[in-house]
């Protein structure tokens, strides 16, 4: 069982739970989510820190929890899971992988119509809605029966869909392998190829290839990678294998002189590949893996090369950058020296999206870590600033004079901070505010004064659409302290599309305003997408890039983020936690 196997049985024993009694096993819920989320976003695989006896490194794993992992891994299955899920029906769990279907809602549907195959239940909702059986049930009516249609012809789209792995995960995958190969001596340069090394959102296979004089020690080395499944076909110059993600890794080997001509060709992207070499065609010359020749010499002399700023020299062009290479203009850029200079995470300056484990009893979900330790994690990035987001107190809780006084009191402890750490970093005192549905924010004025400014953001009611979506985000920003819209499409990759905005009133209210959108670096967001980014910057909007960190690790992701702004062609001066803190300061103050 791979971690997102894995996941998926918490969050359904999770699910159970709600199903049961969601007072009485409240504790249980939020601790099965947060051992879910975990294993959805850690770069191991649990059956690799089964294996290494580092199931206890999980963090938000509890000791019962964990118990639970070491007998599944070792039996294949859980006598206590079993136990709970032995009164609900195996449909209800079938449905959760349908957006818009919570425990609740597919429990009352299954148990209304006793559906009991799990193989055909979103087909048999389907025939009901269809049928119009659903529109009578209390709690339901026309509106749910109509959603209950839209959501499952987009699930229908889903499995449609090639299953691929966001950034992150295959990033920090490759990350692994990479270093494994290095330890070869015949290894002598190591890259990632394809829509890996473009840093494209999504990832089929991961592709990587080696520069090296001694293909066959290096293959060898390769093949007992000692994380494998299996290996799927090992060859002269080329291997694949099955890695215990349920991921395949596939290695190519080229002599050192031509490493640059091979990084080219298989970097692509395919349209980036056809136009040059349309170009190289126009100039007399033919590309390939291999290097370049000139059209009609019979002698078929090959000129290797190998670099890639060599090979693009070759062909009278500028080096383009692997993230640039979608054939959207930067071929002519190329030609005239002028492709832009894009930002790097040694750029980057803070993050402005941070949760701390500090007691706001927020709406949403806690971070694990408190403030002093995210500052000195901040510190050893090399940070000059960061900002703390916790998600508003819970409006449901709370009343507002009660939210008012957490936040004095967060305020006073920030202040104390301040002082604590303005020789080495600065810490501004922000906030994730909900904008409410009818795009009010969580919270009223007299809390939000006490801010530096505050990110505002969507976490309910994503069916709006477009023109109530954008009304109530441009209302939400409206207010004078909201200054950064996070996660602006509320997208979640491969499990949750983006809602729609009209992008022209968003961007032409941020740029005459002083709002920033966010890159949010998180594995399963990268929000906004490298098509928006580009389009802001053309726009002269500025970008905030964060990490939605939950825990110190997260902090990491940075450069996540910093590969969605690099494919949108953003530069440093289009980033504002790229700039200086004096100009920052100001930015805010606008």
């Known amino acids: 069982m791979t971690n997102l196997d894995v996941s998926k049985l918490l969050r359904n024993v999770a699910a159970a739970y709600r199903i049961k009694d969601e007072q009485k096993y409240r504790f249980q819920i939020i601790a099965y989510d947060k051992a879910a989320d975990t294993l959805e976003n850690s770069p191991t695989e649990l059956r690799e820190l089964f294996k290494e006896q580092k199931l206890g490194d999980l963090p938000g794993v509890g000791p019962s929890i964990r118990a639970h992992l070491e007998e599944l891994l070792t039996t294949g299955k859980v006598k206590h899971f079993e136990e709970v899920f032995s009164s609900i029906p195996e449909a209800v769990f079938t449905l959760l992988d349908v957006p ?226 979608e054939n959207t203009g930067e071929i002519e850029l190329a030609k005239k020296n002028e492709l832009p200079t894009l930002l790097e995470l040694k750029d980057m300056k803070g993050d402005f999206h941070l949760h701390s484990s500090y007691p706001i009893e927020p709406s949403h979900d806690m971070g694990n870590n408190t403030m002093e330790e995210m500052i000195a994690k901040a510190k050893s990035l090399g940070y000059s600033y960061l900002g703390f987001s916790e998600h508003n107190p819970s409006i449901s809780k709370h009343t507002s004079l009660q939210t008012k006084a957490i936040l004095e009191k967060r305020k006073e402890f920030i202040e104390q901070l301040n002082k604590k750490h303005n020789k080495s970093i600065r810490v501004f005192s922000l906030l994730e505010t909900d904008i409410l549905p009818n795009g009010n924010l969580a919270i009223d004025d007299d809390a939000i004064s006490l801010l530096d400014a505050t990110i505002v953001s969507v976490h309910s009611s994503f069916g709006m659409n477009r023109d109530e979506m954008t009304k109530r985000v441009l209302k939400g920003l409206s207010h004078p302290k909201a200054k950064i819209l996070a ?15 009209d992008w022209a009133k968003v961007f032409a209210f941020c740029k005459e305003h002083h709002k920033a959108l966010e890159i949010n670096a998180w594995p399963l967001r990268l929000d906004l997408n490298d098509v928006l980014v580009r389009e802001a910057v053309k726009q002269g909007v500025k970008l905030m890039i964060d990490t939605d960190s939950h825990s110190l690790e997260e902090m990491d992701l940075m450069e996540y983020g910093v590969s969605v702004a690099r494919r949108g062609w953003a530069k440093p001066s289009d980033i504002l936690n790229a700039m200086p803190y004096n100009d920052l300061a100001k930015w805010f103050s606008m």
């Open 487 to 501: 996660h602006p499409t509320g997208r979640l990759i491969n499990q949750r599309p983006p809602y729609e905005l």
């Open 100 to 325: 818009g279907f919570g425990p609740k809602k597919a429990y009352r549907l299954v148990t209304e119509f006793k559906l009991k195959n799990p193989k055909s239940v979103v087909a048999d909702i389907r025939a009901l809605a269809e049928q119009g059986k659903i529109d009578p049930l209390d709690g339901f009516g026309k509106k749910s029966q109509d959603d209950i249609l839209t959501r499952i012809e987009e699930y229908g789209r889903g499995k449609t869909k090639t299953a691929r792995m966001a950034l992150p995960y295959a990033g920090e995958l490759a990350k692994k392998m990479l270093a494994y190969l290095k330890e070869c001596p015949a290894v002598e340069q190591v890259s990632p190829l394809g829509s890996l090394r473009r840093r494209k959102e999504t990832v089929g296979d991961i592709d990587i290839a080696v520069a090296s004089s001694e293909p066959a020690k290096v293959l060898q080395h390769f093949v007992d990678y000692p994380h494998k499944e299996r290996i799927i076909e090992k060859g002269d110059h080329t291997s694949s294998i099955l890695v215990s993600s349920g991921k395949q890794i596939d290695l190519m080997v080229q002599p050192p002189e031509a490493f640059g001509s091979l990084l080219q060709h298989f970097t692509g992207s395919k349209d980036h590949n056809v136009h040059l070499r349309e170009y190289a065609l126009s100039k007399g010359l033919s590309l390939s893996e291999y290097g370049i020749k000139k059209r009609g010499d019979e002698s078929g002399k090959l000129t290797h090369y190998s670099t890639e700023e060599k090979f693009y020299a070759a062909l009278g062009l500028q080096w383009i950058p692997p993230e640039m290479r």
